[in-house]
């Protein structure tokens, strides 16, 4: 049947019943529905969300799908071969929220394997697999997860993802630029659906949906449970009132695509993202939002080098150190303060989408900072540092991603005593978006000014894979060889240790 003819037939029935759901469990589907894949995430101790989106045309707006509600069945077992199902049910499909379906599900077992699948008329979608985290009251032996981000579809293939599912870690954490909104100037390796960036939620729908169809991707959902949040390319950033209407759409359709929770209604301008994930007394990582609340990163309106990284890097003019000047916003930053003080894990760790310790670019006879991030909140940081600081326990540890390659960074060796914070930070570089020269080089030509940052690799895409036990952190920068070849091999770039109780880190290998 073609599209017309499955959409009439949805609508014909909907005539013949006046009760909606009734109507549509009669909806045939003549091609499967499942194109976007599944997905589990935000696991918690006894908790879970399964996610899928009923699209059988993905790259169109609707997803091929007719305009109204339809159930979708779900399962959850303890086996692979799904014959010892713990649970099921139904949960309805709305045009709403593209048909996209979150189920939460509580009451489950800590530190267990969970297979599940959904279903409609005549079709299943493939076998996910998922784990709860440990009890919060638990001890676990060791925790291993991935901290990754920024993949453009169009800079090379997502095959960073094949050696994640080989790492098998507990889960996943995104930090953001799940997609991009243009491919920002090199020759496309592979097209986006259109050139345009997304403006409706539309537009955001199709764009997710394009990512959403990459096996690789797909398979990596499948497998791991993930926690997502936004940078600044898969949402818009800053609170300009100019964009809340197309910021509002990016975040529909951001969670129209996630395993997530927190969203409350469509045409919404706010979403809730920050998020503690805990691993029984062993970890507590709170996963942060650097995008929404922070002020604005356009303070000094100064872009006196639009040729040197792009305009990035900038001078910072005294509005800069305004104490009441916050990245996070007051509610984000209260909670972080609150979460972080009463740590009472090992391992007391942020993860932030853009990098938290300074970095200083000599140009021109000045003094540049990277206006993405952190370098421009520096009252906010150290706010965030004393947080740290004041924990009783807990050893810090941030994690960070946004600028394409991979950093280990040392805080207690920032050359600038008042901007010294003794933490480590990892930085992952990205799953497939390229590091441009203009921006790799001016880091590069500035590493003798910032002896903090003891590893730099701005030409390797990857990942970070963490180890964590009671007593030693060790973290490995997986590289893929090449992204562009869909098989490509990883190496170990660089590992480091920490041991618990000790400043610094050390390089291993
Ligand atoms: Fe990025």
């Not at 990857?462 to 070849?485: I, N, P, S």
Request: proline share 6%; aromatic share 10%.
């Amino acid at each position: 049947m073609n599209r017309r003819g499955f959409l009439i037939r949805a609508i014909l029935g909907l005539s013949s019943s006046p009760i909606m759901t009734s109507l549509s469990s009669a909806m045939e589907y003549p091609r499967c529905p499942f194109t976007l894949g599944i997905a589990s995430g935000d696991v918690m101790d006894d908790s879970v969300v399964l996610w899928t989106r009923l699209a059988p045309d993905p790259l169109e707006a609707d997803g091929g799908m007719p305009p109204v509600s339809v159930p979708v069945q779900w399962e959850l077992a303890l086996d692979p071969k799904m014959s010892r199902t713990v649970r099921r049910g139904e949960a309805i499909a709305t045009p709403a929220l593209a048909h996209s379906v979150h189920v939460e599900l509580d009451g489950l077992e800590p530190d267990r394997e969970y297979w599940y699948r959904f279903s409609v008329p005549s079709h299943s979608s493939r076998m996910g697999r998922t784990k709860t985290l440990p009890h919060r009251n638990s001890r676990p032996d060791s925790i291993r997860f991935i901290t990754a981000s920024c993949q453009n579809y169009t800079h090379g293939y997502f095959v960073a993802y094949e050696h994640m599912i080989r790492d098998k870690p507990d889960f996943i954490i995104h930090l953001g630029d799940y997609f991009y909104d243009t491919s920002f100037g090199v020759d496309d390796f592979r097209k986006h659906e259109t050139e345009k960036a997304p403006v409706t939620v539309a537009d955001f729908r199709r764009r997710h949906a394009r990512y959403k169809t990459d096996q690789q991707l797909q398979r990596a959902h499948e497998q791991i449970p993930f926690f997502t949040t936004i940078d600044n390319h898969d949402a818009i950033e800053d609170d300009d009132p100019d964009k809340y209407a197309q910021r509002a759409a990016a975040y529909q359709a951001w969670y129209e695509h996630m395993p997530v929770r927190g969203y409350k209604a469509p045409g919404d301008n706010h979403f809730e993202l920050h998020r503690k994930i805990s691993a029984g007394d062993l970890i507590q990582i709170s996963l942060l939002d650097g995008r929404q609340f922070r002020d604005a990163k356009e303070i000094c309106n100064n872009n006196d080098y639009p040729d040197y990284g792009f305009g990035n890097y900038r001078e910072r003019c005294t509005a800069v150190f305004d104490e009441d000047r916050s990245m996070l916003g007051k509610e984000q930053e209260r909670w972080l303060t609150e979460t972080l003080v009463q740590n009472k894990s090992t391992w007391n760790v942020i993860a932030s989408p853009g990098p938290y310790l300074p970095f200083r670019y000599h140009h021109d006879g000045k003094e540049l900072r990277y206006i993405g991030a952190w370098d421009i909140y520096p009252a906010n940081r150290k706010r965030v540092a004393e947080a740290l600081e004041s924990a009783e326990i807990g050893h810090p540890i941030i994690l960070s991603g946004d600028v394409h390659s991979f950093w280990a960074v040392d805080g207690r060796l920032v050359e600038e005593s008042n901007e010294r914070i003794p933490v480590v930070e990892f930085v992952a570089s990205s799953i497939s978006a390229n590091w441009p020269e203009q921006l790799a080089k001016p880091v590069t030509d500035n590493l003798p000014h910032n002896p903090q940052v003891k590893f730099y690799d701005p030409d390797r895409r990857g990942y970070l894979l963490h180890d964590v036990t009671d007593t030693e952190w060790k973290t490995t920068a997986r590289a893929m060889k090449d992204v562009r070849d869909e098989q490509s091999p990883a190496l170990d770039l660089a590992r480091f240790l920490v041991r618990k109780g000790e400043e610094g880190f050390t390089r291993l290998d």
